[in-house]
């Protein structure tokens, strides 16, 4: 069993910043990459941000110059420093992992998602 878990949202003002934290635990043999996801009201999920277990990174347009995906010493943990907080930016936003246990091959896991509420 894999569970992640998120923490570090909140409510916020335009402006504000905040860091998000998702650890991954369970039976894991090897983590691929990790990253955020969001979801808006009446919109579809979409990435937000990833990292490969190599460092690289990738970021939606919209976020690019604001937000920072990193990882944890122990590398089943990422964070994403959000700054510059847009009323846009209000979504769940949720921790993916694509990751292998010992038991299976590598697949995707999600957490259960954090809100983000950006006031303007």
């Known amino acids: 069993q894999v569970q992640l878990v998120e923490s570090g949202g909140g409510l916020v003002q335009a402006g504000g910043s905040l860091r998000l934290s998702c650890a991954a635990s369970?039976?894991?043999?090897?983590?691929?990459?990790m990253g955020w996801y969001r979801q808006a009201p009446g919109k579809e999920r979409e990435l937000v941000s990833d990292i490969t277990s190599g460092g690289s990174t990738n970021y939606a347009d919209s976020v690019k110059g604001r937000f920072t995906i990193s990882r944890g010493n122990a590398k089943n943990t990422v964070y994403l420093q959000m700054n510059s907080l847009k009323s846009e930016d209000t979504a769940v936003y949720y921790c993916n992992a694509h990751l292998r246990t010992y038991y299976s091959g590598y697949k995707d896991y999600w957490g259960q998602g954090t809100q983000v509420t950006v006031s303007s």
């Open positions: 369970g039976s894991i043999f090897s983590i691929n990459a």
